[in-house]
């Protein structure tokens, strides 16, 4: 088939449509693809749901013309239709071959009425085009009565209340609508010109969904360069790490890719989408060019309410403005995650910790806090806080106690707050270990100097080292440590105690 005809083939199987069908999406198929399509009820090209479908008139009016041009245009069979003899002309009003003898008739009895056969040796010199568009000039409207079907009585006018052509005759016996009569030619040269505005702004529209989808691409392309910069920087700090911080670099790659799986899936099913509503507009488009070009006024008035009903469908599809460029993703989330995981490793401050979390905030037994809340302190009793500084030195812990801080009398804090990390000290010898023993005995024993030892105190001063045995082989060799105390005395008998007898400790240890 000719280029300029390939419209009129199947859109699925592009072979030439027998007894074409238009669907409501505006695609036309023949009708072996549509009792082969599957799943049933789906246009096979652009997957819309069908709600129905019917004769494309223009496409078989111009397959059928195509046909007979193609037929003149070999010279193969061309007989009269009625008798039967060797063709001569062709009369595209009639749609007939015809013979020298049946011409001459032809001429003598419907030359007045315009009638003008060629010679086939003319029709054959001309093309396709120019072929179909002589068929499209001698097209004649009828009236609709079924009574004139054999009278060819010519419409000349519409009833918009019927949605019918009629003849002045019909026109003038039915008086009810009368107000509803317009000039046919009237009526058809509205439909061509609603049809061409729809057209205009589905065009419009579909620059908006042409634009978004070229954003899209881009998108997509920059989320690449994104995700393959983050992947060299989470590559360059896993090399940092020690060997037992590789796995977690590997979980963040994957993370990565996750997210960039997820987010080309969301555009490729966006593009997909665009794909198929740009499409339904280039269709509707060629159909409306189409029709606008070779439909008859017959044919405009029977597919003009179809077709509109579908381009007002395609008009209501939506599409994101040009200028609404969508935010591309930069992994901010996992550069965090590499970023607190690295600083953890190397043994600096995790910067991705909250703001508002302290750095060392003590562990909470829930058996304490429910003693707490059970027996809180007596209204306007302060708890001081008492900070003991242990200095390592050849001789031992020399400690250093600080002045105590006066705290509002509605905060109850009986428990020793100490840092876990910073309370285990591992010596090489036993000399340490023994000092570090007598330390916490002592410490004990002066505690319970100042007020009796209750279950519920001692419950309270029980310092738990379960994180300890975990920490950084630095944290043993630290040179200083600090232990902070709080009593329920308002004295600072305590204090001056417990630094007199750690003081000891240290001169002279055991």
Not at 78 to 106: D, I, N, P, T, V
Not at 157 to 177: F, G, W
Not at 240 to 249: L, P
Not at 311 to 337: C, D, H, M, T, Y
Request: glycine content about 2%; some cysteine; charged content about 30%.
């Amino acid at each position: 088939m000719e280029e300029e005809f390939q419209f009129l083939l199947c859109e699925k199987c592009k072979k030439e449509a027998q007894n074409p069908k238009l669907l409501s999406c505006l695609h036309t198929l023949c009708s072996e693809c549509i009792e082969e399509n599957k799943p049933i009820g789906r246009c096979p090209v652009c997957t819309v749901v069908v709600r129905q479908s019917q004769d494309n008139l223009l496409f078989t009016q111009l397959q059928a013309s195509l046909n007979t041009y193609r037929k003149i245009a070999t010279g193969k069979e061309l007989l009269c239709l009625r008798c039967k003899m060797a063709a001569e002309f062709w009369c595209s009003e009639c749609k007939e071959l015809l013979c020298m003898k049946c011409y001459e008739a032809h001429q003598w009895y419907l030359k007045q009425k315009s009638h003008e056969a060629q010679k086939l040796e003319d029709v054959k010199m001309d093309s396709a085009t120019k072929f179909l568009a002589g068929m499209r000039k001698f097209c004649t409207l009828f009236c609709s009565n079924v009574s004139h079907s054999n009278q060819g009585q010519i419409a000349n006018i519409y009833c918009r209340q019927c949605c019918k052509p009629l003849c002045c005759s019909c026109a003038v016996l039915d008086n009810e609508h009368c107000k509803f009569y317009c000039d046919i030619n009237v009526e058809i040269q509205q439909r061509k010109a609603e049809l061409r505005r729809m057209n205009e702004d589905l065009q419009e529209k579909k620059n908006c969904y042409e634009q978004t989808y070229g954003d899209l691409q881009q998108q997509a392309k920059e989320m690449e360069k994104v995700r393959n910069k983050t992947q060299e920087q989470i590559r360059e700090k896993v090399e940092e790490m020690v060997q037992w911080i590789r796995q977690k670099g590997e979980q963040l790659q994957e993370e990565v890719d996750k997210q960039m799986q997820k987010e080309c899936e969301d555009i490729e099913a966006k593009l997909r989408e665009m794909e198929r509503v740009v499409n339904r507009m280039k269709t509707s488009k060629q159909l409306v060019e189409k029709m606008s070009d070779f439909a008859s006024d017959q044919e405009v008035i029977d597919m003009h309410p179809f077709i509109k009903e579908s381009l007002e469908e395609l008009k209501k599809e939506k599409v994101s403005l040009p200028g609404q460029r969508v935010q591309i993703r930069n992994f901010a989330e996992i550069k965090n995650k590499l970023q607190a995981l690295c600083d953890k490793v190397m043994g600096q401050k995790d910067l991705a910790a909250p703001n508002n979390v302290p750095p060392s905030a003590p562990a909470i037994n829930s058996a304490v806090l429910h003693n707490e809340i059970s027996h809180p302190n007596p209204p306007g009793k302060q708890t001081p806080l008492y900070t003991i500084n242990l200095a390592k030195s050849l001789h031992g812990f020399t400690p250093s106690i600080t002045t105590p801080r006066k705290r509002p009398p509605n905060q109850c804090e009986k428990s020793i707050q100490a840092s876990p990390k910073l309370l285990k000290h591992e010596a090489h010898d036993s000399q340490e270990g023994e000092t570090s023993a007598g330390l916490t005995q002592d410490t004990t024993t002066c505690i319970s100097c100042s007020h009796e030892m209750t279950p519920e105190k001692n419950q309270r001063i029980t310092i738990s080292s379960a994180d300890v045995d975990h920490s950084p082989p630095e944290i043993y060799e630290s040179e200083v440590g600090s232990i902070v105390i709080s009593s329920s005395e308002d004295t600072d008998v305590d204090t001056v105690l417990l630094a007199s007898r750690m003081e000891e400790h240290s001169t002279h240890p055991h």
